[in-house]
């Protein structure tokens, strides 16, 4: 079996949206019916507003896909391409194809041979949500940490986030944290 293969298609993403957005109705339609008292409305809110959803987003992937993946939400107020900009200590900016990545080598001092406690040999891929970048304030600051302890971190953005360039999808994601 292939590695794509095994990856949900968005259309089951969407049947697995439709069955959470009933669940959300439910309990939307009693938190109406709670407030106002009223059956009807809390029946035509959840009517006109909630059902449509999950239809809107199965025959719509483009839409389903820009919910999904935040990869329009990039505050560009600095370059990537300097690490040091964004309050990462140590880091480079080494690129892994096209993909935009820091790399932030360890920062351990222990001997080769020493039975040290700290994480000198651990080298973290780091792989950052569906929205932003690898240079918003709380990624930043878990490269940050993570260095602290001695690991070396890879942090990288996936195609078609920040400056990486390409089309966001879950195979997309996939295959680059890969790489």
Do not use: E
């Not at 080598?105 to 929205?131: E, F, I, M, Q």
């Amino acid at each position: 079996m292939s590695s794509s293969s095994s990856l949900q298609s968005f259309d089951s993403v969407g049947w697995d949206a439709q069955r959470q957005v009933v669940m959300v109705a439910v309990g939307i339609f009693s938190t109406v019916l709670w407030w106002s008292g009223n059956v009807l409305l809390a029946a035509l809110v959840v009517l006109i507003v909630l059902l449509p959803f999950p239809w809107v987003l199965v025959r719509f992937p483009y839409l389903q896909r820009k919910l999904l993946f935040h990869s329009w939400y990039y505050q560009a107020d600095k370059p990537l391409d300097n690490p040091s900009l964004w309050g990462v200590k140590d880091g480079v900016n080494n690129p892994i194809g096209q993909l935009g990545c820091w790399f932030v080598p360890s920062t351990c001092k222990c001997a080769p041979t020493s039975t040290c406690s700290c994480l000198c040999d651990t080298v973290v891929v780091y792989c950052h949500g569906s929205s932003g970048s690898r240079g918003n304030s709380y990624r930043v600051d878990l490269v940050n940490f993570l260095s602290s302890l001695g690991c070396a971190v890879y942090a990288f953005d996936y195609r078609g986030y920040a400056d990486s360039p390409g089309q966001s999808s879950q195979v997309n994601s996939v295959q680059d944290a890969r790489k």
